[in-house]
T-cell receptor
């Protein structure tokens, strides 16, 4: 079963705009990871944030984590057409030996 | 390329046939995972290995599914007597042991193996 939900399910923006995706989960976690998936391809790891971290940056990506609300957000700044993909959050629940549980994903469309 | 490698990338098989997928993890990663993903859904956990030991199996892994990692390196996932409901992408992933410094809990995925059962 899915651990949580990404919100929105689909997002369409123009190149240069920022994209924000949210993720909610249900159980206590060790880590939360964000992945990108292009259509028909595998998952590309974007960023990992630990449960004791609140914010993390990597290039144009900014991830926040609020463990009290069991939620995370992924911000992509200055989006590009190449950012078009599905984005998934995945949680590593406490005591599960790094087994990931994924949400349902956000489909991002960046148009020129 | 030193990432997670999976083959075949695509497999079309007739219902009732057996299929086998292979996964080569990143070198030195002792943890190996199998996931299944259907269209429009996130990946779902199937099973994981630490070295050659299969430590957990999901209820999704029926008795027609078997996974092995005989020498703690590559792994195979076999599906016997395939059914149309088995059509999905099968993803393999690997990681370093938990507690490894830095981002050691990062789990890296391969490109997946698409299965179509007709």
């Amino acid at each position: 079963s899915q651990q949580g939900e990404e919100d929105p399910q689909a997002l369409s923006i123009q190149e240069g705009e920022n994209a924000t995706m949210n993720c909610s989960y249900k159980t206590s976690i060790n880590n939360l990871q964000w992945y990108r998936q292009n259509s028909g391809r595998g998952l590309v790891h974007l960023i990992l944030i630990r449960s004791n971290e609140r914010e993390k940056h990597s290039g144009r990506l900014r991830v926040t984590l609020d463990t009290s609300k069991k939620s995370s957000s992924l911000l992509i700044t200055a989006s590009r057409a190449a950012d078009t993909a599905s984005y998934f959050c995945a949680t590593d629940a406490a005591g599960t030996a790094s087994k990931l549980t994924f949400g349902t994903g956000t489909r991002l469309q960046v148009t020129l | 390329d030193t990432g997670v490698s999976q083959n075949p990338r695509h497999k079309i098989t007739k219902r009732g046939q057996n299929v086998t997928f292979r996964c080569d993890p990143i070198s030195e990663h002792n943890r190996l995972y199998w996931y299944r993903q259907t269209l429009g859904q996130g990946p779902e956990f199937l099973t994981y290995f630490q070295n050659e030991a299969q430590l957990e199996k999901s209820r999704l892994l029926s008795d027609r599914f078997s996974a092995e990692r005989p020498k703690g390196s590559f792994s195979t996932l076999e599906i016997q007597r395939t059914e149309q409901g088995d059509s999905a992408m099968y993803l393999c992933a690997s990681s370093l042991p938990a507690g490894t410094g830095g981002t050691g809990n990062t789990i890296y995925f391969g490109e997946g193996s698409w299965l179509t059962v007709v």
